[in-house]
C-alpha cells in the first residue's frame, strides 16, 4: 500500500518500466534525470536515433540495443552552428560520499571535424575539467570512465561538446552511469592537461548572428560583417566609415542588406558625413527585425560635395544583440521613386513594377485634388500637433525621410483632403501596397480609392479610428477591369472630430497581380503582412521547411505543399528560450466586423513532449488583448485544422498568434494557411477552447461582504479553483508555509498564527513558471476599488498576476503585478477598476526558479466606486492628498506650471520612443496603470523645461517627508529637479538627479 501524505496534492507519474540507479541513463524512455542547461552554452544535446543527419559522422546506432531504432543523446553539427560553440549537459545532483565513484559512459566521435567532448565535476560553485578528449576517433562508440575521489561535497557531471572546424563533427553519448566503485580516467589520453578548476565558469552566450537559411549569401559560406556584442554594455557603438566620395552626379543611391534578430538587438542608423561632424543619423532600425535579411536603401544628394558614408550599430542591455550588414552598393540616381512603365505580359505575378516612398520633392508625380477642402502635406519631421501623428517617416524611419500627411488643425469636422498618382495603364489587375499612420484620440477615415476618369466609385481600402502610434501595412486590388482602362490611385484622408486626427502616408508599390485576401498567408513568400513584434514578447516565429532543428517534434512538411520544400513558421523552444517565454506574430489592421461574421482559419503543428500552448488574441489600441482561441500540449505528430470566430463589431483590431514555450526544447509549435472569411463561425478543433477557462468555472453570485471582503479565515468565501489553465492550486493555511525562509510566518488580518490566508506551496514537483490561478465570483458592472495584502518573500519567488476578466478569456496583460521578493511583511496592493460588464478577479502565481518562492494573499476586499487617492491634508476645501498613483485623470489636483516649455503627459504602457521611458508604470507594474512623464522627441530641444505643481499644502509646522518614484532611462536624459515653492519662489532644488539612472 501506497501513503501520500500531505497537505496539497501533486501530479504522481507511474511508468510501466523498472526505475534505474541513480544517474543510469539509455535514452530509450526519455533523458531521465539529465537536462539541458539554460544558460552558459549556444545549443542543446539532442536525443535521436538511427544514423545522423550529416554523412561521414555520427553513429549508425545507438549502443544500448546496436540497432538502428535505438536511441542516444548527440550534438549535430551543422549551420548555424560555429566553431566554438557549446553544448552543455548536466546530471542530478549526487550525495557525497566516503566511498570513490566512477562515471562511466560510451560516446561516439566519428569525423573529420570533430570538436572536443569534456566532462567537469561540479562541487558547489566550483567546475573542474576531470575528462577531455578533442578530434576524430577510431572506434564508432567507446567507453569512458571518470573517477571522483571520495567527494567530500555533494556534485554533479556536466557533459560538454564543443564544435570543431566543420560540419563532419556530430558527437554521441550513450549508456550513462554512476557506480561505487575505483577507476582511473578511460581512455588515457582522455586524462586533461591539468586538473582545470574554474569558479562559476562563464561560457559564450548564443550567438545572434544570422542562422539557418537566413543569410543574404547561401548558408553559412559566404561572408559579412557584424557586431559582437558579447561582453559588450549597453550603448556602446561600433563604426565603419567608407572613404571619402564626390559625386559628379546629383544624386546616388547608396543600398545594403542588413540582419538583425535576438533578444536584445540594439540599434542600427545610417550617417552621411560632409564635415567631421557625425550629426544626426538619416536611416535607422531598432530592436529585432526577423530573422531574414532585408534591404535598406538612401538616395544621397551631395553633388561635388565630398562626403563619406558611416553605418553605426548601438548595443541594447544583453547578449543577443548582433547585428550584421553585407551587399553595400552605391549606384547612379535615386533609389526609388519612379512611376515605372505599363504593366506587360513579360513580369511575373507579385513582382514590384513601380514604388514611390516620398523622399523626392517631386513625389513621383503625385498631384492635389483641387475640389476637396484641404492638401495634403509632405514633410521630414513630426507634425505640429501633439498625441497625433508620425515621429518619423516608414522609409528611412528618422527625420531625414519624408512622407504625406493631412494636418488636422484648423480644420472643420469631417473635411476632406485628397491626392491623386499619375494615370496608369496596366493589362491586368494590380496589388497597391501602402503604409499608413493613424495615430491620435479623435481620428478620422482614411480611404483608398481607383479612379477611372471622373468615377472615383468605393473605397478599395478604408479604416477608421485610431489604429495606434505606428505605421501600418495596407493593400488594395485595382481589378484588371480598371487596370486596362486607365486610373490613378486615390488616397483620401478625412479629418476627425479634433486636431489630434492627422493622417500620414508612406512608401506606396504596385505588385503585378491581385492582393491576396487581407491576412491570408501561406508564407511560401514571406510573411505577406504579418509581422514579429519587437515589443513584448521575448522572441520571434521563425520561417522553416523540412522539419525543426530538433528531432521528435515540429512538423516534417509545410502544409501548403505537403513537402519538404514548401514553407511554414514555428516556434524554436532550443536553447536559450526559457519556460514562459512567449512569441507574438501579429496581422495587419482589419475592419470591425459586420453583421455578417468574421472568422480565421488556419492551419497547426503542436508536436512535442514538452509542448506548452498556442493561442489567438484580439488586439486593440487602448485595450487588453482579448483571447479567442486556445489549445495546449502535445497533440500529436500532423497539422490540424483551426477555426476562431472573431467578434470586434466596434473597432478596428489586429490579430495576435501567440506561441508559448514550454518548459524543455521539444515543445516546437508551428503554424501555416492562415486564411480569412466573412462568416460566423465556433471553434475547432473541439477539444480548443475560446480561453484557458470558460465562465462555467466561475460563480455567478452576486457582489456580498461574504465574498469579497474576505479574509479567509473559515473557507474560500466563494472563491474557486481554476480546473484547466494551471497546474496547482491555491491552499488556505495558517502559521509558516512549510519551507524555510519562504512564506509568511501568520496572516494579515490576526496577525498571529491562529489566522489563516491562501498561499502557493513551491516545493515539491513544481516546475519553473508553473501557475495556480483562482478565481473570484461574478462582480457587478461599474466601478470598484479592489484592496488585498500580499506576502512574497523568498530567493526564488517568481510572480503574482491579478487579472481582470470580463468574458470568457483571462486577458493577456494582467492588471496588476509584483515579482521577485518583497521582504518578510505583508504589503498592501490595490488598483480601480471601471468596466460595462461584470468581471471576474483573477489571483494568479507563478512558481520561480525554486522552492523558495512561496507567495500568500490575505484580506481581498472589493468595494463600489473608484480607490481613493489619499486622505486630505490641507483645507477640506481644496483637492489636496497626502499621495497620488495618477490612477485618476484629475490627476489629485497637481497642475502644469504655464511658465514652462511644455506639459507632462499622463500615460499607460511605454513612451511613444524606443530606448528610453517606462514600460509600465510603478503602481500596477503592468502597462494598464499611469504615470506622468515627459516626452523629449521633436521639436522638444536641449533644456527645455516641464514642470507639474502640486496643489498648496498646509499642515504640520514639524517637517514633511515626500516619497516618490521616478524613472531615468536613456542615452540623453537630462535633468530631474524638485522645489518647494513658498510665497511664490522656487528657490533652488531640494533633490536632484541627472543622467540615466
Known amino acids: 500500500m501506497w501513503v501520500i501524505n500531505g497537505s496539497n496534492s501533486s501530479l504522481i507519474t507511474v511508468l510501466l518500466i523498472e526505475c534505474q540507479d541513480v544517474g543510469y541513463c539509455n535514452f530509450e524512455h526519455g533523458t531521465c534525470t539529465w537536462l539541458n542547461t539554460q544558460r552558459n552554452d549556444d545549443f542543446d544535446w539532442v536525443i535521436h536515433h538511427g544514423s545522423t543527419s550529416t554523412g561521414h559522422t555520427g553513429p549508425q546506432s545507438d549502443h544500448t540495443t546496436g540497432k538502428a531504432s535505438g536511441h ?21 545532483s549526487f550525495k557525497m560520499s566516503s566511498q570513490r565513484k566512477c562515471f562511466q559512459f560510451w560516446y561516439s566521435m566519428k569525423g573529420s571535424d570533430i570538436g572536443t567532448l569534456r566532462v567537469y565535476v561540479v562541487t558547489g560553485l566550483t567546475q573542474t575539467v576531470a575528462w577531455q578528449l578533442s578530434g576524430p576517433q577510431q572506434s564508432t562508440w567507446m567507453l569512458a570512465r571518470v573517477p571522483v575521489y571520495s567527494p567530500k561535497k555533494n556534485f554533479k557531471f556536466i557533459i560538454e561538446g564543443i564544435v ?46 544570422p542562422r539557418k537559411s537566413t543569410a543574404h549569401v547561401p548558408p553559412c559560406r559566404g561572408f559579412y560583417l557584424y557586431t559582437e556584442v558579447n561582453g559588450q554594455s549597453v550603448n556602446k557603438t561600433a563604426r565603419l566609415q567608407s572613404k571619402s566620395i564626390t559625386s559628379r552626379t546629383m544624386t546616388k543611391c547608396f543600398s545594403f542588406w542588413y540582419h538583425m534578430h535576438g533578444d536584445h538587438i540594439g540599434t542600427l542608423n545610417l550617417y552621411i558625413m560632409s564635415t567631421p561632424t557625425i550629426g544626426s543619423p538619416v536611416w535607422t532600425k531598432t530592436g529585432a527585425q526577423g530573422l531574414n535579411w532585408k534591404q535598406g536603401a538612401i538616395t544621397v544628394t551631395k553633388r561635388n560635395t565630398p562626403y563619406k558614408i558611416l553605418i553605426e550599430a548601438v548595443t541594447a542591455n544583453g547578449n543577443r544583440g548582433d547585428i550584421a550588414i553585407d551587399d553595400v552598393k552605391l549606384a547612379n540616381g535615386t533609389c526609388t521613386g519612379t512611376t515605372g512603365p505599363p504593366v506587360h505580359t513579360t513580369v511575373h505575378p507579385g513582382q514590384v513594377v513601380r514604388k514611390c516612398d516620398f523622399e523626392a520633392k517631386a513625389i513621383c508625380g503625385y498631384t492635389q485634388d483641387k475640389t476637396d477642402k484641404f492638401d495634403w502635406t509632405w514633410t521630414s519631421h513630426t507634425t505640429s500637433s501633439y498625441g497625433t501623428g ?10 531625414s525621410g519624408h512622407y504625406l500627411y493631412t494636418e488636422a488643425t484648423n480644420r472643420a469636422n469631417g473635411d476632406i483632403a485628397r491626392i491623386l498618382s499619375p494615370t496608369y495603364h ?7 501596397n501602402f503604409y499608413y499612420h493613424m ?85 511560401e513568400s514571406g510573411l505577406c503582412t504579418w509581422k514579429n513584434t519587437a515589443k513584448g514578447d521575448q522572441f520571434d516565429w521563425t520561417m522553416d521547411s523540412a522539419g525543426t532543428s530538433t528531432t521528435s517534434t515540429g512538423p516534417s512538411t509545410d502544409h501548403t505543399l505537403g513537402t519538404r520544400q514548401g514553407k511554414y513558421l514555428y516556434i524554436e523552444t532550443s536553447a536559450p528560450r526559457l519556460t514562459g517565454d512567449k512569441a507574438w ?35 486593440v489600441p487602448g485595450r487588453t488583448d482579448y483571447m479567442i482561441w486556445h489549445q495546449s500540449g502535445n497533440q500529436g505528430n500532423g497539422w490540424f485544422n483551426g477555426q476562431a470566430p472573431i467578434t470586434e463589431k466596434r473597432k478596428s483590431y489586429s490579430i495576435v498568434f501567440e506561441g508559448v514555450r514550454g518548459r524543455s526544447y521539444s515543445g516546437d509549435i508551428a503554424i501555416d494557411d492562415i486564411t480569412f472569411t466573412t462568416s460566423n463561425c465556433g471553434i475547432l478543433p473541439p477539444n480548443a477552447t475560446a480561453a484557458p477557462q470558460t465562465t462555467a468555472q466561475v460563480t455567478t453570485q452576486a457582489v456580498g461582504k461574504g465574498a469579497f471582503d474576505c479574509d479567509f479565515q473559515n473557507d474560500f468565501c466563494g472563491w474557486v479553483q481554476s480546473s484547466k489553465a494551471d497546474q496547482f492550486d491555491w491552499t488556505r493555511h495558517r502559521g509558516s508555509t512549510g519551507s524555510a525562509g519562504t512564506g509568511p510566518t501568520s496572516d494579515h488580518s490576526l496577525g498571529n498564527s491562529n489566522g489563516y490566508y491562501i498561499y502557493i506551496e513551491t516545493s515539491g514537483s513544481m516546475k519553473t513558471g508553473d501557475k495556480a490561478q ?36 483571462i486577458p493577456s496583460t494582467p492588471t496588476w503585478k509584483r515579482t521577485g521578493t518583497h521582504g518578510t511583511h505583508w504589503r498592501m496592493g490595490q488598483f480601480s477598476v471601471n468596466v460595462k460588464t461584470p468581471f471576474n478577479m483573477v489571483l494568479e502565481g507563478v512558481r520561480g526558479n525554486g522552492y523558495r518562492g512561496d507567495i500568500a494573499i490575505d484580506d481581498v476586499n472589493i468595494a463600489n466606486g473608484s480607490c481613493s487617492a489619499g486622505t486630505t491634508v490641507g483645507p477640506s476645501s481644496k483637492p489636496a492628498a497626502d499621495k497620488c498613483n495618477f490612477e485618476a485623470s484629475n490627476l489629485c489636483g497637481f497642475s502644469q506650471d504655464h511658465s514652462d516649455k511644455f506639459d507632462w503627459s499622463r500615460t499607460t504602457g511605454s513612451t511613444s520612443s524606443r530606448g528610453t521611458g517606462p514600460s509600465s508604470d510603478h503602481t500596477y507594474g503592468t502597462r494598464l496603470g499611469h504615470y506622468m512623464y515627459i516626452e523629449t522627441s521633436s521639436p522638444r530641444r536641449p533644456n527645455d523645461v516641464a514642470r507639474l505643481n502640486s496643489f498648496i499644502l498646509t499642515g504640520p509646522t514639524s517637517p514633511t517627508c515626500f516619497t516618490f518614484w521616478y524613472h531615468m532611462y536613456g542615452s540623453s536624459i537630462g535633468s530631474l529637479n524638485v522645489y518647494v515653492m513658498r510665497n511664490g519662489a522656487r528657490g533652488s532644488p531640494v533633490w536632484h538627479m541627472s543622467g540615466k539612472t
Not at 549508456?175 to 581512455?187: E, I, L, R
Open 426 to 432: 496596366d493589362s491586368q489587375a494590380m496589388c497597391v
Open 774 to 809: 483562482l478565481f473570484s465570483p461574478r462582480v457587478q458592472a461599474g466601478q470598484s476599488c479592489i484592496t488585498f495584502w500580499y506576502n512574497m518573500y523568498g530567493s526564488n519567488v517568481g510572480a503574482l498576476n491579478v487579472y481582470v476578466q470580463t468574458g470568457a478569456a
Open 439 to 523: 495615430y491620435g484620440s479623435m481620428m478620422g477615415t482614411f480611404n483608398v480609392y481607383a479612379q477611372v476618369g471622373n468615377n472615383t466609385g468605393r473605397p478599395l481600402f478604408s479604416r477608421r479610428g485610431n489604429q495606434g502610434n505606428k505605421w501600418t501595412v495596407g493593400q488594395a486590388t485595382v481589378p484588371a477591369s480598371t487596370a486596362t482602362s486607365g486610373y490613378r490611385m486615390v488616397f483620401e484622408g478625412s479629418r476627425g472630430s479634433g486636431y489630434k486626427s492627422d493622417i500620414a502616408l508612406d512608401d506606396v508599390s504596385f505588385k503585378v497581380g491581385s492582393c491576396s485576401n487581407p491576412g491570408d498567408c501561406t508564407f
Open 164 to 209: 570543431g572546424n566543420g560540419v563532419n563533427g556530430d558527437i554521441a553519448i550513450d549508456d550513462m552511469a554512476v557506480n561505487t566503485m575505483n577507476c582511473g580516467v578511460s581512455p588515457s589520453n582522455a586524462r586533461p592537461p591539468s586538473a582545470t578548476t574554474t569558479a562559476a565558469t562563464t561560457l559564450k552566450p548564443t550567438s545572434t548572428t
Open 390 to 399: 508620425p515621429s518619423n517617416d516608414h522609409t528611412y524611419g528618422t527625420t
Open 72 to 92: 542516444y543523446m548527440y550534438i549535430g553539427v551543422k549551420c548555424p552552428q560555429t566553431k566554438g560553440d557549446r553544448a552543455r549537459y548536466v546530471s542530478e
Open 585 to 619: 506574430l501579429v496581422s495587419e489592421s482589419f475592419p470591425r466586423v459586420t453583421s455578417s461574421g468574421r472568422c480565421v482559419s488556419f492551419w497547426y503543428s503542436m508536436y512535442g513532449a514538452t509542448v506548452d500552448s498556442l493561442n489567438i488574441y484580439i488586439r
